[in-house]
């Protein structure tokens, strides 16, 4: 039973529009949470993170929304540039017992120029 | 740039054969984590480190061991490879309270 779930696998944008990608949870005592951008070959590397305890945070271009009541975050990027073309895997942790993460499927994002 | 480097890149080996990887890191972060990344799986908890001797289970362990015998080396090992077994693994150091981040992979091919 995947706690993480993305539901979907790709996304097509246009330079210079937004992107949305999105992510669901099932596990109430989450209470980080984490994006990573992933090139083919090389290990995910952190973008942005934010806290239960908050419901936004952003970070130039990258700005991560937090829904708990439905459960749900997303990572809008603005304006998509087709450098973020990448799998974007959204993770959480609960606060304890080395603060593992668990992932999502991960999304796969195209900007298209 | 976190220091982390993965040994070997890629291997390939048979089924039955014993396979050991290793991640190293520079920066004596006290934990260490091993997973696997599976096509639809995203990224999968194998193992985890908390010090040096101080080891724990992920989500997927069976057919994994891991050992640390100091604080910049955290190793995996399949005992006996299986097909299934075939996978990118990567290590990852956890830096702050919660962010982690990743070496550069070891693609694994069981035959």
């Known amino acids: 039973d995947q706690q993480v779930k993305q539901n979907s696998p790709s996304l097509s944008v246009q330079e210079g529009r937004i992107s949305i990608l999105n992510c669901d949870y099932t596990?109430?005592?989450?209470?980080?949470f984490l994006w990573y951008k992933k090139y083919p070959a090389e290990g995910p590397t952190f973008l942005i993170s934010?806290?239960?305890?908050?419901d936004k945070n952003e970070d130039g271009r990258f700005t991560v929304f937090l829904n708990k009541s439905a459960k749900h975050l997303s990572l809008h990027i603005v304006p998509s540039q087709p450098g973020d073309s990448a799998v974007y895997f959204c993770?959480?942790?609960?606060?304890?017992?080395?603060?593992?993460?668990?992932f999502g499927g991960g999304t796969r994002l195209m900007v298209k120029p | 740039d976190a220091g982390i480097t993965q040994s070997p890149r890629h291997k390939v080996t048979e089924t039955g054969t014993p396979v050991t990887l290793r991640c190293h890191q520079t920066?004596?972060?006290?934990?260490m984590y091993w997973y696997r990344q599976d096509p639809g799986h995203g990224l999968r908890l194998i193992h985890y480190?908390?010090?040096?001797?101080?080891?724990d289970k992920g989500e997927v362990s069976d057919g994994y061991s891991v050992s640390r015998s100091k604080t910049e080396d955290f190793l995996l090992t399949l005992e006996s490879a299986t097909s299934s077994q075939t996978s990118v693994y990567f290590c990852?150091?956890?830096?702050?309270?919660?962010?982690?981040?990743f070496g550069p992979g070891t693609r694994l091919t069981v035959t």
């Open positions: 934010i806290s239960s305890i908050k």
């Open positions: 920066e004596n972060h006290r934990y």
């Open positions: 993770a959480a942790s609960v606060g304890n017992a080395g603060n593992m993460l668990t």
């Open positions: 480190s908390y010090g040096v001797k101080d080891t």
């Open positions: 990852a150091i956890r830096i702050g309270e919660y962010e982690q981040y």
């Open positions: 596990n109430s005592m989450f209470d980080y």
